[in-house]
């Protein structure tokens, strides 16, 4: 079972009705109950919205316990803010994550070459490295991003994927068992639905 | 490779039907919403957007099922507007699985309603549109399909939007649309110099090679057209190709 987790920030049906989709036979749901994040075999951690607000609705809702040990043993799959939370920090409010991964959370700056921020549309994520959930995705394939805030990681080797807005900036990453991404692969078409399938069964 | 400008078909919906207006009247009938998202979807749009024309508020919770059926079997973004009114509305659309919403009367009615569904939802997920035409020598915003003069002036509103927490801008040209002449190139520009978030260009698209006018000239980082695209005259891929012959970055 795949527990989509749910503290009230957001749309997450979009995430719902994509893994509906592509693995039928699989059974998700989506969950604010610690006790089924704890028996899930699987872990989707989306957020969208500010970081603060979607820190301050886990915390209120006691969940913060049940998605810090998910995510310290289960495959574990971290959309958009759900990748930005998973750091120490964000200049974003400030604030403190949920300091799973070394590094901070930082907001896009339109410097020489002038950017548009959020960082709306689809660009294109090359691979670092051949993870599993890469399988059957070429590298430079392109994923929807909407955001106004990146991470910056301090441990090398969890980089796998990085895309280029004004900067190179991380897109994806990946350590044991978590994978977090900075696009909405259920909002990327083809190529988004794949990498869920590839989450759907990965083995870690 | 980096980020790519968007081409986004604007299905235009009335009683659960898709229609499209020129100069939003003398509407032609096109076809069933769910089927036509699809084709567009297989075809390689961007994103989609539905513009709710329906008149009479009995039939208004047509576009939420629409919605929901688009929002099971197509994995892009989804933009709904018209008729949006109230905090309640954005939600009701968002829960049935629109991923953005865009407001535009109401904007204008209740600004704070801009600030109040940034605040709840977030910015990533409030489009404001706005309807520009041309007085004398600027733009200003007109409501009700380009009837009603509102004397703001266009600039200034659309920079206000952004600071209330518009996360980007629809831009509507209603001296363009529905003339097949192109988009009001000036107007997308200005704007789009004068604020942070991305823009739409839309209004007046007759032709592929107004679309590399809206991206290349008028600064658009999206660009939004319905007639060209609903009866066949060219797919999306045709309008992709043609931008990438022509140096704009689009996802083939």
Redesign the interface.
């Known amino acids: 079972m795949i527990a989509i987790i749910d503290y009230g920030?957001?749309?997450l049906?979009?995430v719902h009705?994509?893994f509906?989709?592509i693995v039928p036979s699989i059974t998700s749901v989506v969950t604010s109950d610690p006790n089924v994040i704890n028996s899930a075999d699987r872990i989707v951690f989306p957020g969208?919205?500010?970081m603060p607000d979607c820190i301050r609705e886990i915390e209120e809702r006691g969940l913060k316990d049940a998605i810090i040990n998910a995510a310290a043993k289960k495959p574990f799959l971290g959309i958009c803010i759900g990748l930005q939370m998973l750091f120490d920090k964000s200049d974003e409010g400030d604030i403190t994550g949920l300091q799973i991964l070394k590094g901070s959370v930082r907001r896009f700056i339109?410097g020489k070459e002038k950017i548009?921020?959020?960082?709306?549309?689809?660009?294109?994520v090359s691979h670092k490295n051949n993870h599993p959930l890469w399988r059957n995705i070429s590298s430079?394939e392109?994923f929807?991003?909407?955001?106004s805030y990146y991470v910056k990681e301090e441990e090398s080797g969890i980089v796998q994927g990085q895309t280029?807005?004004g900067q190179t900036f991380t897109s994806a990453i990946a350590k044991d068992n978590l994978f977090a991404c900075q696009f909405h692969p259920?909002?990327?078409?083809s190529a988004?639905?794949q990498l869920l399938k590839n989450f759907s069964s990965w083995v870690c | 490779m980096t980020l790519s400008k968007r081409i986004i078909p604007c299905l235009d919906v009335t009683n659960g039907r898709v229609v499209k207006g020129v100069n939003f009247v003398d509407l032609q009938d096109a076809g069933d919403p769910v089927e036509i998202a699809k084709n567009y979807n297989e075809q390689g749009a961007d994103e989609l957007t539905f513009l709710d024309i329906t008149a009479s508020s009995d039939d208004r919770d047509l576009i939420l099922d629409i919605i929901e059926s688009v929002a099971k079997q197509i994995f892009i973004p989804l933009t709904v507007g018209g008729g949006v009114r109230s905090v309640n509305d954005i939600r009701r659309l968002l829960n049935a699985g629109a991923d953005k919403v865009s407001i535009n009367t109401s904007a204008i009615l209740n600004p704070e309603l801009v600030r109040e569904a940034s605040n709840r939802f977030g910015s990533q997920c409030i489009v404001v549109a706005i309807d520009a035409k041309k007085v004398d020598d600027h733009w200003e915003i007109f409501t009700h399909g380009g009837r009603n003069k509102t004397g703001i002036d266009a600039i200034e509103w659309t920079k206000k939007m952004v600071d209330y927490g518009a996360g980007e801008l629809l831009i509507t040209s209603m001296d363009r649309d529905g003339t097949k002449s192109g988009f009001d190139l000036e107007l997308t520009q200005l704007i789009s110099d004068s604020v942070e978030v991305p823009i739409i260009a839309s209004g007046g698209v007759g032709n592929l090679s107004h679309l590399v006018d809206g991206v290349k000239f008028g600064k658009a980082d999206a660009v939004l057209a319905a007639s060209i695209f609903h009866f066949g005259e060219f797919s999306i891929r045709d309008a992709k190709d043609y931008m990438k012959k022509n140096d704009v970055e689009v996802r083939l």
């Open positions: 920030m957001g749309n049906k979009s009705n994509a509906k989709y969208q919205g500010a339109s548009k921020i959020p960082h709306m549309g689809w660009n294109s430079e392109r929807y991003f909407v955001h280029e807005y259920e909002k990327s078409g988004g639905l």
